[in-house]
């Protein structure tokens, strides 16, 4: 006769650790994305960074040569100019990344879910405590990633220095956080952070507002079903406005962390996220704020259609 030890030990691993299993697939399922999206990742980077006005400040040494034009040139210029696989250059703290990122997100939207917002009283999980619960673990998941995303993008554009005649800053990526720790302490590892939680914040409210309300009106209103074509056209329109709302975070995020620094490991171009902003809009006129949407939308379209968002209510898949 079998003991309920027994059927616990029998059970599926599934079932005796889920958040940990869910963590598991979770983090297979982003790298397996992270690879296959990351070109666009890399491209939407050296956009957001190209013709940096903030630049001219430290003279000739540091004034960037003429610019990519748009993300095909960009994309075909880091391939003539710096070989294929350079599309890949940072790939290894983007899946550190992903990997902390979406633990991170993954663990604070369960908990804020079960023990701090929890289920009316129909069982129904309201959009408000998703879209509430959504930034929050978006904003700490992101915290937390800040230092594997600040050597993601002083990584991609390595290639850039290289052929600017300047010297590499990194030999690796464990190099580059133990440089980093040198130079700025922990504190360094957090360079950009606030523009960082700011643009996952904003992300997540754009995307999981839309969604369901892309979703609920297709479903009202036309002869479509809650399926994968709605969930397709849904994370569509969704992506569109997380993009629109993230872009002009992710320009400042992307140019604090990637700024020269003194050896104390204080950025030389730029005083806060507040400085890059308005030297970004002075310098370069408003639309320098959305370098790099078109892959930044793509990319984000990739990943959210591929897999189920976390945090958005499940559909069905035919």
């Known amino acids: 006769m079998s003991t309920p030890d027994d059927a616990e030990r029998l059970s599926p691993l599934v079932q005796r650790w889920p958040r940990a299993s ?13 690879l296959a999206t990351f070109p666009l990742d890399l491209t939407k980077t050296r956009l957001q960074i190209q013709g940096e006005a903030a630049l ?7 004034t960037e040569s003429a610019p990519y034009r748009g993300m095909v040139r960009t994309a075909l210029g880091i391939v003539q100019e710096e070989g294929f696989l350079k599309l890949w250059q940072g790939v290894a703290p983007a899946i550190y990344r992903h990997i902390v990122y979406s633990g991170g997100r993954m663990v604070t939207y369960e908990h804020l879910r079960e023990v701090v917002f929890g289920k ?8 408000w405590k998703s879209v509430i619960g959504g930034m929050m673990a978006g904003v700490v998941g992101q915290f937390l990633a800040n230092p594997t995303d600040l050597v993601k993008v002083q990584m991609q554009m390595e290639g850039k220095r290289k052929l600017e005649g300047k010297p590499p800053r990194f030999r690796g990526v464990h190099h580059a956080f133990a440089k980093i720790l040198a130079e700025g302490g922990i504190r360094g590892l957090w360079a950009g952070w606030v523009p960082n939680i700011q643009r996952a914040a904003l992300v997540n409210m754009g995307d999981l507002t839309t969604y369901d309300t892309v979703k609920h009106y297709l ?7 809650d399926n994968i074509t709605t969930h397709g056209l849904s994370s569509l ?11 002009p975070a992710d320009v400042i995020k992307s140019r604090i962390m990637n700024q020269p620094r003194d050896k104390q490991g204080r950025g030389l171009l730029y005083k806060s996220s507040t400085d890059c902003l308005i030297q970004a809009v002075q310098g370069e006129g408003f639309l320098s704020l959305y370098k790099g949407f078109l892959p ?4 984000m379209q990739s990943d959210w259609i591929t897999q189920d968002h976390p945090m958005r209510p ?5």
Do not use: M, Q
């Not at 479903?219 to 079903?225: G, K, M």
């Open 296 to 299: 930044s939308w793509l990319r």
């Open 314 to 318: 499940p559909h069905n898949v035919l």
């Open 237 to 247: 329109c969704s992506g569109l406005v997380a993009s629109i709302l993230g872009t």
């Open 219 to 225: 479903v009202l209103n036309t002869p479509l079903e």
């Open 22 to 34: 869910k963590f598991l697939l979770s983090g297979c399922a982003a790298t397996v994305a992270e």
């Open 120 to 127: 009316s009283e129909d069982k129904h999980y309201p959009l």
């Open 56 to 62: 001219a400040r430290l003279g000739d040494g540091a």
